[in-house]
């Protein structure tokens, strides 16, 4: 059993779509009960998954997490993520602009770097390890530029 507890240390996770979007709280993990207990080794993966899963384009195709980037789609690895992550996720943090004496405080929204391990754990099968795949959009089939067909019913005569 690893000893490692929860790195966000009762700090919440925020994420954007996009750098032009501002940072909003993300809602609570799966596991919440979870994810508050101190001794809960998967609590930081679940909370990151979930906000990967729902603020970043990361689908599951055929069982394979990919990345949509600039009209491509880019095979999810460990590197990726480590792109991806600090892009879309922060924490918020409270900062102190000013002196002891006349303080200034601002929040700031600092990227969120994850550990190693935590994203390995994004790589598990099983939700509950803080599997991101999971959690991803299910795409089996390729889109074309074809407009669709509608199917029109035509009723027995």
Same mark, same amino acid.
């Given at each position: 059993?690893?000893?490692?507890?929860?790195?966000?240390?009762?700090?919440?996770?925020?994420?954007?779509?996009?750098?032009?979007?501002?940072?909003?709280?993300?809602?609570?993990?799966?596991?919440?009960?979870?994810?508050?207990?101190?001794?809960?080794?998967?609590?930081?993966?679940?909370?990151?998954?979930?906000?990967?899963?729902?603020?970043?384009?990361?689908?599951?195709?055929?069982?394979?997490?990919?990345?949509? &980037?600039? #009209?491509? =789609?880019? $095979?999810?690895?460990? +590197?990726?993520?480590?792109?991806?992550?600090? @892009?879309?996720?922060?924490? %918020?943090?409270?900062?102190?602009?000013?002196?002891?004496?006349?303080?200034?405080?601002?929040?700031?929204?600092?990227?969120?770097?994850?550990?190693?391990?935590?994203?390995?754990?994004?790589?598990?099968?099983?939700? &509950?390890? #803080?599997? =991101?795949? $999971?959690?991803?959009? +299910?795409?089996?089939?390729?889109?074309?530029? @074809?407009?669709?067909?509608? %199917?029109?019913?035509?009723?027995?005569?």
């Amino acid at each position: 059993m690893r000893q490692r507890f929860n790195t966000l240390n009762g700090r919440r996770l925020c994420a954007r779509r996009s750098p032009s979007d501002p940072y909003v709280m993300c809602r609570a993990p799966d596991a919440s009960f979870a994810a508050m207990s101190l001794t809960d080794v998967y609590a930081t993966s679940n909370c990151l998954a979930d906000a990967v899963a729902e603020y970043t384009d990361i689908f599951n195709q055929n069982g394979n997490p990919v990345w949509l &980037r600039q #009209g491509q =789609l880019v $095979p999810v690895t460990i +590197n990726i993520l480590h792109e991806i992550i600090p @892009q879309h996720i922060a924490l %918020k943090e409270l900062v102190n602009r000013g002196t002891e004496t006349n303080p200034s405080w601002v929040v700031e929204y600092v990227p969120y770097v994850p550990d190693p391990r935590t994203v390995r754990d994004l790589f598990s099968n099983e939700r &509950r390890e #803080g599997g =991101l795949l $999971p959690r991803l959009t +299910n795409v089996t089939t390729f889109q074309t530029n @074809q407009p669709r067909q509608q %199917k029109v019913f035509t009723p027995p005569a």
